[in-house]
């Protein structure tokens, strides 16, 4: 049996009519005062020794209070635009905010509607049918989804997501608050926070199934089913679309959830929204000249988040095979890591976004399973989705552990090393293309190439390799450097100080298995097998 469902997160159209809400711009923040930031947040800017800056104060009190004295409603503030969103019965109310000098420009709130049918679909999957391949414990069928992209190499070696916040924009999260697939992160605490910018309230357990399907790639656990690419990660659920409403989402909720996905310590922002606007309407909408990654607001806003250390995961889009064709915002942002969608033999989808950028930017970055992808179905058990809505999440998850690999490696990680470190593994990193990027990833590759240094001469050999309790290491040169060995959970199990020609290693208190040797100065890491 098949299955419909109407997520509407890529491909939408911008409204021709006057819209109701509107961007108030302001000069300056000259009444601003604390910076209003969780612990988390701090400290994820200190690890990565960003700045605090004019964007991090709020918007001044004494700006919104004048503005509220008119007949309007606020709907969100932005410390980063320096705005706020309102609404208000007729735009001929605006005319009386030019008197203030506080009041830079307006532009109006971009809105979308229904794309005229599904985009996406989903069908059940039935677990007692043999044709379906059921693959290696404990992952099931979602084997393939987690193993193209080299994830199961990184969790077989422990990393799992720990300690890594990701924030999820989708447009609900129906069922995620019961169904037996998301048992394990209620039971472990990893649902952190959550909010509902439609509705404004701390629910959001309502609206669409679309979320619920987006975090099961990551968070889901179901033996020999569906098992998640971040399974440790600790989640932060934001609602900003309205999937009921004439008009769906409106990009100052996206703007809201970043800056609110910052102020409480998100590492990763997945979203599986874009625009991508087809009506000729000089008021509302856009183009694909706008896709240059610097004018639309959801895009300077996500580019803002990643300025703050946030690593921005978004869906490419599913326009791929329509008159849009190309990749939406804010996926168009240069600091965004857009994710198009490939079937489980790697090769596109044909309803994939693609690239390039408006300025020529390669788009998407990279690629994920995207073609019969595993999700999370409302009866309790799983189904298959498609679209780049899942490939993106995927994507965050696996982020996660790298994110946690690397910090548990002592390396100083921030979220645009973590973005190249990503996109560098990937198979077409040589040669990237308008429709894969620069290809799909490999995650255990990434963490393998981001324990290596830069390189530098130096005359080095060591033996032999298989070895038993000795390794002879080689300095041909008679310069100084250091060795470190991991075993392969990345645990640093010797190191030592490299000076003479011939030095003579006892390993022998160590099992029998494989490790790394890391040569710090010579920015190689080697694979060596102690019998």
């Known amino acids: 049996m098949i299955k419909f469902f109407f997520p509407f997160f890529i491909i939408f159209s911008f409204c021709s009519s006057q819209s109701s809400n509107w961007w108030i711009f302001f000069n300056d923040k000259s009444c601003s005062k604390d910076i209003k930031l969780s612990n988390e947040s701090i400290n994820r800017r200190l690890m990565q020794n960003i700045q605090f800056d004019y964007h991090d104060l709020p918007v001044c009190d004494e700006y919104i209070t004048i503005l509220k004295k008119h007949d309007l409603k606020i709907r969100h503030q932005s410390r980063w635009l320096n705005a706020v969103s309102i609404s208000l019965d007729s735009p001929d109310l605006l005319e009386d905010l030019w008197d203030y000098d506080f009041v830079k420009y307006v532009r109006p709130v971009a809105k979308m509607i229904k794309n005229q049918g599904p985009i996406l679909y989903a069908r059940d999957i039935d677990l007692y049918n043999t044709d379906h391949e059921i693959n290696a414990f404990p992952y099931g069928i979602s084997f393939n989804q987690i193993d193209m992209l080299g994830g199961v190499a990184l969790h077989d070696v422990g990393f799992l997501g720990s300690g890594i916040n990701i924030a999820v924009f989708d447009a609900g999260f129906t069922g995620v608050e019961s169904l037996p697939i998301f048992e394990n992160v209620w039971n472990n605490n990893q649902i952190i926070d959550m909010y509902d910018f439609v509705d404004n309230d701390d629910n959001v357990f309502n609206g669409s199934v679309h979320g619920t399907m987006v975090l099961s790639t990551m968070a889901g656990y179901m033996l020999d089913s569906l098992v998640g690419s971040a399974i440790e990660s600790n989640y932060i659920l934001l609602r ?83 008159d849009w064709y190309y990749i939406g915002a804010p996926a168009d942002g240069d600091s965004v890591l857009s994710v198009g969608a490939v079937n489980s033999l790697g090769q596109v989808a044909d309803f994939s976004s693609r690239g390039p950028t408006y300025d020529g930017r390669i788009k998407p970055n990279i690629c994920a399973q995207g073609v019969n992808t595993v999700v999370a179905d409302l009866d309790s058990t799983i189904r298959y989705g498609n679209g780049t809505s899942f490939s993106a999440p995927i994507i965050s998850g696996l982020s996660a552990c ?53 390189t530098q001469d130096i005359d080095f050999k060591f033996y032999p390799n298989p070895f038993q309790d000795n390794l002879v290491i080689y300095n041909g040169e008679n310069t100084s450097f250091y060795i470190d060995v991991f ?3 990345g645990f640093p199990v010797y190191s030592r100080k490299i000076s003479a020609e011939y030095n003579n290693i006892m390993l022998s208190d160590l099992n029998s298995g494989l490790y790394l040797l890391k040569i710090r100065e010579l920015g190689q890491v080697y694979s060596m097998i102690k019998l």
């Open 240 to 322: 900003t679309e309205d999937s009921n409403s004439e008009t769906l989402v409106e990009e100052d909720n996206w703007a809201a959830a970043a800056e609110y996905a910052d102020s409480v310590g998100a590492h990763i922002i997945n979203s599986s929204l874009g625009y991508t606007i087809l009506y000729d309407d000089t008021l509302n909408s856009h183009s694909y000249t706008d896709m240059d990654g610097n004018s639309t607001i959801i895009t300077v806003a996500a580019d803002l988040a990643a300025s703050r250390g946030i690593l921005v995961v978004n869906s490419a889009g599913n326009s791929g095979n329509s």
């Open 402 to 454: 790298l994110w946690e690999a690397l910090s548990y490696n002592n390396l100083d990680v921030n979220n645009m090393m973590l973005f190249s470190a990503i996109q560098e593994s990937a198979h077409l990193f040589n040669a990237p293309n308008d429709s894969l990027g620069y290809g799909i990833p490999d995650f255990y590759q990434a963490y393998l190439n981001s324990l290596v240094l830069p």
């Open 487 to 489: 075993d392969l959970v």
